[in-house]
């Protein structure tokens, strides 16, 4: 084997993604990526890059920066250990999954996982068990959707809003109810704006 190739076999890529995180804290990710690198280091592997999509989801199709980047090493063959948290982390979407067994297959590169251990895609059962994953992971998505999509629906002909986090200001807890005192500073803040104020001299009096 030559040094190049030992080298690529020893190097790894972690790849680490959360669909939701409003507070923009990592939290998620950096768990997940604690558990990686317990693994690389388990196994002797160099760790060449951390690959991190948060807040971003894998089911929407939505463009993913860091997964991106991961392909464009997988083609550059720079790494030959793809390390994740769990198979639904690179991706839940079946035509996705497709295209990356064929990349991971091509450039001979392994998978390991801390919740479900490796793939072997070099073989039939390898790319069975990661298509099954993959399929359980869609099916999830699709599910949750329906039920948040029917959850809305349902507050919607109960005239409520939907979606929780801290109230509008303005208004109540019900996020229906107008809420006097705050009413009035938009209102004011609204007039001001209008005859042209800056916005920096608002919001120093809001601050006092």
Same mark, same amino acid.
């Given at each position: 084997?030559s040094e190049a190739?030992?080298?690529?076999?020893?190097?790894?890529?972690?790849?680490? !993604? =959360?669909?939701? /995180?409003?507070?923009?804290? &990592?939290?998620?990710?950096?768990?997940?990526?604690?558990?990686?690198?317990?693994?690389? &280091?388990?196994?002797?592997?160099?760790?060449?890059?951390?690959?991190?999509?948060?807040?971003?989801?894998?089911?929407?199709?939505?463009?993913?920066?860091?997964?991106?980047? %991961?392909? +464009?090493?997988?083609?550059?063959?720079?790494?030959?250990? %793809?390390?994740?948290?769990?198979?639904?982390?690179?991706?839940?979407?079946?035509?996705?999954?497709?295209?990356? =067994? /064929? @990349?991971?297959?091509?450039t001979n590169t392994?998978?390991?996982?801390?919740?479900?251990? &490796?793939?072997?895609?070099? $073989?039939?059962?390898?790319?069975?068990?990661?298509?099954?994953?993959?399929?359980?992971?869609?099916?999830? *998505?699709?599910?949750? *959707?329906?039920? @948040? !999509?029917?959850?809305?629906?349902? %507050?919607?002909?109960? #005239?409520?809003?939907?979606?929780? #986090? $801290?109230?509008?200001?303005?208004y109540d807890d019900?996020?229906?109810?107008?809420?006097?005192? +705050?009413?009035?500073? =938009?209102?004011? %803040? $609204?007039? !001001?704006?209008?005859?042209?104020?800056?916005?920096?001299?608002?919001?120093?009096? @809001?601050?006092?």
């Open positions: 084997m190739v030992k080298r690529q076999a020893m190097s790894a890529a972690i790849y680490c !993604r =959360i669909s939701r /995180d409003p507070s923009g804290a &990592e939290l998620g990710v950096r768990r997940q990526e604690q558990d990686c690198r317990a693994i690389a &280091e388990r196994e002797g592997w160099n760790v060449i890059e951390i690959l991190v999509d948060d807040d971003r989801s894998a089911y929407s199709g939505k463009p993913r920066p860091a997964y991106q980047r %991961l392909c +464009e090493l997988l083609k550059e063959e720079a790494v030959g250990v %793809l390390v994740a948290w769990h198979p639904d982390r690179l991706t839940r979407q079946p035509r996705e999954l497709e295209d990356l =067994i /064929d @990349l991971l297959e091509s392994k998978v390991r996982t801390v919740q479900t251990g &490796e793939y072997d895609l070099g $073989t039939p059962s390898g790319r069975m068990a990661a298509r099954i994953v993959g399929a359980v992971a869609r099916h999830e *998505s699709e599910h949750k *959707s329906a039920r @948040l !999509r029917r959850k809305h629906e349902e %507050l919607a002909e109960q #005239g409520r809003l939907s979606g929780g #986090g $801290t109230r509008p200001f303005g019900d996020r229906l109810t107008v809420r006097t005192s +705050e009413a009035k500073i =938009i209102r004011d %803040l $609204t007039r !001001r704006t209008l005859a042209g104020e800056s916005l920096r001299s608002m919001a120093a009096d @809001l601050q006092t």
